[in-house]
């Protein structure tokens, strides 16, 4: 498990997020050519585990900054998701995707982008996803 598989679990639990987008438009790394529109990718950008001076109990703390990029139809459409997809991470705590010990942040929105060929407007949001992985 991983802080993108917890992103996965909170981005397809949130109702408001997939009553625009499927749950099986919600996916990790990439959209197979020609997915319709709207989706939502979820990557992994960088992890960091926190260094123990001793071999403790508990397992370590690990955060992962995890990207969530959304594809959407137009404009209007992307600036919503977006706004849906922060909402879904924001300050989420507690045992999320059989993970103990979560916390969410949002961190930084990236820019927006488009691909003009297929019509694609995007834009990514980081989220900074912490958890306790198993010893």
């Not at 749950?23 to 960091?48: A, C, F, K, Q, Y």
């Not at 370590?60 to 995890?66: C, E, F, L, P």
């Not at 929105?109 to 900074?128: V, Y």
Request: glycine fraction near 14%.
């Amino acid at each position: 498990m991983s802080g993108g598989a917890i992103m996965g679990a909170l981005l397809t639990a949130h109702a408001p997020l997939t009553a625009i987008v499927p749950m099986d438009g919600i996916r990790m790394d990439v959209l197979p050519s020609g997915w319709p529109l709207p989706g939502i990718t979820v990557g992994e950008v960088s992890g960091n585990d926190r260094q123990k001076l001793c071999n403790g109990i508990g397992g370590t703390r690990v955060t992962d900054r995890v990207q969530v990029t959304v594809h959407a139809r137009d404009v209007e459409q992307r600036a919503a998701l977006i706004l849906l997809v922060r909402a879904a991470g924001r300050g989420r705590i507690g045992s999320i995707a059989g993970l103990t010990g979560v916390s969410v942040l949002v961190g930084a929105k990236g820019p927006t982008f488009r691909d003009d060929a297929a019509t694609i407007f995007m834009q990514s949001q980081d989220f900074m996803v912490s958890y306790i992985e198993a010893a």
